[in-house]
């Protein structure tokens, strides 16, 4: 059974920082892992994404202050937020692309999420 598990979310003043991560179990290889967050009343928007080589994709508005690392031997994708904004404030969620078995086919996989608040 796959299993991604956030952690790191939390509430953070305008201008700081929060480190996102997100363990994910159960696959036997793993594509690419990634974030999208979603805010109240809106659909959920990518953040970033990383493949297993190490080939990143950010959402334009947060390139420069997001950055992404995937550590393969522990299937641990990390999302470093700096300079966080009130506008960040949303559900974040943890998204793994991978298979559970050398046959499988390919799936995608989501966390429960974590809570990202920027407040003063």
């Known amino acids: 059974q796959v299993q991604l598990v956030e952690s790191g979310g939390g509430l953070v003043q305008p201008g700081g920082s929060l480190r996102l991560s997100c363990a994910a179990s159960?696959?036997?290889?793993?594509?690419?892992m990634g974030w999208y967050r979603q805010a109240p009343g809106k659909g959920r928007e990518l953040v970033a994404t990383?493949?297993?080589?190490?080939?990143?994709t950010f959402a334009d508005s947060l390139k420069g202050r997001f950055t992404i690392s995937l550590d393969n031997a522990k299937n641990t994708v990390y999302l470093q937020m700096n300079s966080l904004k009130a506008e960040d404030t949303a559900a974040y969620y943890c998204?793994?692309?991978?298979?559970?078995?050398?046959?499988?086919?390919?799936?995608?996989?989501w966390g429960q999420g974590t809570q990202v608040t920027v407040s003063s």
């Open positions: 990383i493949t297993n080589d190490g080939s990143t």
């Open positions: 998204n793994a692309i991978g298979r559970t078995s050398a046959l499988g086919i390919r799936r995608n996989y």
């Open positions: 159960g696959m036997f290889s793993i594509i690419a």
